[in-house]
Structures are given as C-alpha cells and as structure tokens.
C-alpha cells in the first residue's frame, strides 16, 4: 500500500486545515486508516484512526472536538479536518494503514510520507 498525505501548511492559531491521504495498492475499503503526528523532539503520537466502513472512529484527548477524521472509499482518500488550531499542534502528520481493527497504537503495517502542519500564535 502506497500513502500520500498532503493539505499541510502554515496557519494561524484558531484557524482551520484538511489534510488528505490518497491510498494505492490495495483495497482501500478493506483497511484500517490513522493519523499520527510528530512534533520536534518529541516522539510520534497517535492523533486519530477510522474503520474501514468509517462508521468507527476514535480520536486522542488532545485533539477530541476539534479534530474529525472521514473516509472515501470511492475516492481511496482518507482526510483530517482540523479546526481550532493550536500551536501545540505543529507536527508533521503521517497517515497510516493497518489490516484489523482500528488501533491507537502505532502497530500499523504501512506509513506514508509525512506532511507539515505549522500553526502560528
């Protein structure tokens, strides 16, 4: 499976972003999406994953009521609408996919390229 995120970018405290995550190689509808996230010097974390119906979904506390994680799988593009920004919340974010349930752990079995979300104070 090949992930490409994208929808980074530099916005400011408060603001909105959509980050995507196009999926290629296998049956998108058959897998488990997340979305993770790492700041500098700190270790990667686990901001949200959707099943593959999208009719499940589970967020970090960080980022609950302010983060929404959606599916098309006609389009095989996973998404991450992010509203009321922080500045905490500069990272690179990754998409991931895994074959299961969903997980917040990072025992996904295929990452892509990460992309970079800078909010500004």
């Known amino acids: 499976v090949q992930l490409q995120a994208s929808g980074g970018g530099l916005v400011q405290a408060g603001g909105s972003l959509r980050l995507s995550c196009a999926a290629s190689?296998?049956?998108?509808?058959?897998?488990?999406m997340g979305w993770f996230r790492q700041a500098p010097g700190k270790e990667r974390e686990f901001v949200a994953t959707i099943n593959w119906s999208g009719g499940s979904t589970y967020y970090s506390d960080s980022v609950k009521g302010r983060f929404t994680v959606s599916r098309d799988n006609a389009k095989n593009t996973v998404y991450l609408q992010m509203n009321s920004l922080k500045p905490e919340d500069t990272a690179v974010y990754y998409c991931a996919a895994r074959i299961g349930v969903i997980a917040s752990n990072s025992r996904y079995d295929f990452w892509g390229q990460g992309t970079l979300v800078t909010v500004s104070s």
């Open positions: 190689g296998r049956t998108f509808s058959s897998l488990v």
